[in-house]
């Protein structure tokens, strides 16, 4: 366990925001829960991935934990699946690779997303057509409270559009340690080639019969194409989720904007892309002070350099009220804001 006081917190969120962070607490070995606990109980929300799903509105006067604790094993090899163990420290993206190495199947659409594989249970990650829910096993978490490690199994996470009970019910009483993935093996893999963008882009390469290769290398070029690099200029990816509404609120949408796009979610639900809402509020590319909405994804926020949090913040609000005066739909935002206690 390391402890440092007064970081700069630059290097430890994707918008690159530079909020001080009094306390920086690194977690790097499991054993060390039980000293950490009184830390974590001071302030139990800022448990720290990547930091590519945050928002720090100030500098933040409690203690920040991030966690660090590495290790992937199989625990499992069956005929058709494997089940594989990964510390919440490891990278995502690290992880996919690794599992096309070993030729295991299930995280290849999930290929580019930044963090850590600790985080991703927390709004169960999803990308083109599949979710962290799909090939998750298990969660072990550390409830701060009670001082012990508990195992949840999938059905017991809430999973759900970009959210989970450690997200909601459940937010600042656990700290993921380790999730258990359950991936195919070759002969029994699921191509889930559904989503649009990648069946497009499958076609135009020649690829009829994919491999689990085949889409991760898509879908990191789609991403590559389409999404600004934090490293380039810092942003948290969606800053919104896609509203879900009534079929027959859509109706109503259609009355006056024929044109709006939609995707089913079941019988009674629909999937309104959120920038859509926000480009046809007039937001697309907007430059806001040193904040403003990325020229060709104006669902991600960007901090051009020389924004605060406050201001990120102040401009998804301005976006909400305009899109709920328009359209009557009401965002939420999918990043987590982090404001001093
Ligand atoms: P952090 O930002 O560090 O933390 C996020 C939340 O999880 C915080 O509330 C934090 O307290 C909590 N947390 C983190 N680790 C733990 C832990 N071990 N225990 C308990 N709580 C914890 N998301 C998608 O779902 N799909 C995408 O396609 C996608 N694309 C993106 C593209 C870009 C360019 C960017 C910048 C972001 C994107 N994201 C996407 C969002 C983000 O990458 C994911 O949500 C990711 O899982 C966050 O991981 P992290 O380690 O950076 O989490
Ligand atoms: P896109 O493909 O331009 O599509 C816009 C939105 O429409 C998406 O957000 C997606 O919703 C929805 N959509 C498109 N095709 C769909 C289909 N066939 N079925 C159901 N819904 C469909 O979006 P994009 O920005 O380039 O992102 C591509 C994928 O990466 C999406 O799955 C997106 O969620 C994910 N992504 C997430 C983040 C993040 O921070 N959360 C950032 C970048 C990309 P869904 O979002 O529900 O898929």
Redesign the pocket.
Known sequence: MIIQNNVPGKAY??FGLNSQLSKLIVLDDRKDLAYLRPYLQEHP??????????LIEDNLNKPVVR?NLKGIQVIKDNEDHVLVSVM??EN?HELVLWSLGQDYGGLEN?S?????C???P???????GIELKDVLHTVH?YHIEQGLELSFHNQECGLGY?TSN??TKWKGQ????EIVLRLTKIGHHVINTSYGAIEKELAHKGITEPTIKDVSNVVCEI?KRK????EIIG????FFKNPIIERKQLVALQEKNKEVPFYEVDSDNIKIPAAWLIDQCGWKGKVVGGTGTHKNQPL?LVNHGTATGSEIYALSEEIKVSVASRFGIELER?V?V?SKQ
């Open positions: 969120n994707t929300s800022w448990i720290l991935g990547g930091g590519s799903n945050i966690v919440a420290g995502w999930l580019l997303i930044p963090g850590r600790g985080a991703a927390m709004q169960n990650i999803g990308a083109y978490a970009r450690f997200k656990y700290l993921i340690t991403r999404l600004p690099d934090p942003n948290a990816g969606s991600v999918e987590n982090w």
